[in-house]
């Protein structure tokens, strides 16, 4: 496949990038900014500048792909947050337009909407300051960017919800659930694998996926 990955320069994006080289894919690095990325030359590795919030070079960035994955993404803080919501907008205005195929796969968070309860101090302290002090603008923006994607039906899109990241330095062991983590974390490396892994797949098209590191996993 010719996958385009926006947010290239991140951790997981560069994970992600490395990941679907490993698979075979031809890829499409995409950066905001001009410094090179830290990845091994491959002649299927092609890295553009372009920017989802304002627009630019997005359309050039996507034209053939048969995939999309966007690992945009924003720390947390007060200031207001909208590159969730408008990059998604962009991205798949372009894809219309340009791009080969439909099927686009996306970043929110296991925090995005109320978890399932998991202890005391979890649900009625961690978990609520999170969403609604720290977090507060970040998830907002994580909504307004699934509520615009529920709202279409002719491009295959997936979210993918993980638990809390972590660095790791290999693929390990874990799982994907609907909605909602089943595990408390997800390695950059393992969100990685199973974002390429739902790019390469339609099965989960249109829903909300959550991969997360296993015990198991972590262990190794």
Do not use: Q
């Amino acid at each position: 496949m010719r996958i385009t990955i926006f947010g290239a320069a991140g951790p997981t994006g560069l994970w992600t990038c490395s990941e679907a080289l490993r698979a075979g894919h031809s890829v499409t690095a995409v950066s905001r900014r001009s410094d090179p990325l830290p990845l091994p030359a491959n002649d299927r590795l092609t890295v553009v500048r372009a920017d989802a919030h304002s627009g630019e070079g997005v359309a050039e960035a996507v034209s053939g792909a048969d995939a999309v994955i966007s690992t945009l993404g924003a720390p947390y803080g007060r200031r207001p947050i909208s590159i969730y919501s408008s990059g998604t907008r962009t991205i798949v205005e372009a894809m219309r337009s340009h791009a080969a195929g439909d099927r686009l796969v996306v970043f929110s968070s296991g925090l995005t909407y109320p978890p399932p309860p998991m202890n005391w101090a979890a649900d009625h302290l961690l978990f609520p300051f999170l969403r609604n002090v720290l977090g507060r603008t970040l998830y907002a923006d994580m909504r307004r960017m699934e509520e615009y994607l529920r709202s279409i039906d002719d491009i295959a899109w997936t979210i993918m919800r993980p638990g809390r990241l972590i660095d790791a330095d290999h693929v390990s062991d874990y799982a994907v659930d609907f909605d909602h983590p089943s595990h408390g974390f997800t390695t950059c490396p393992d969100l990685a694998a199973a974002t390429v892994a739902e790019a390469e797949d339609s099965a989960h098209a249109r829903k909300a996926v959550a991969p997360t590191t296993t015990k198991e996993g972590r262990r190794r």
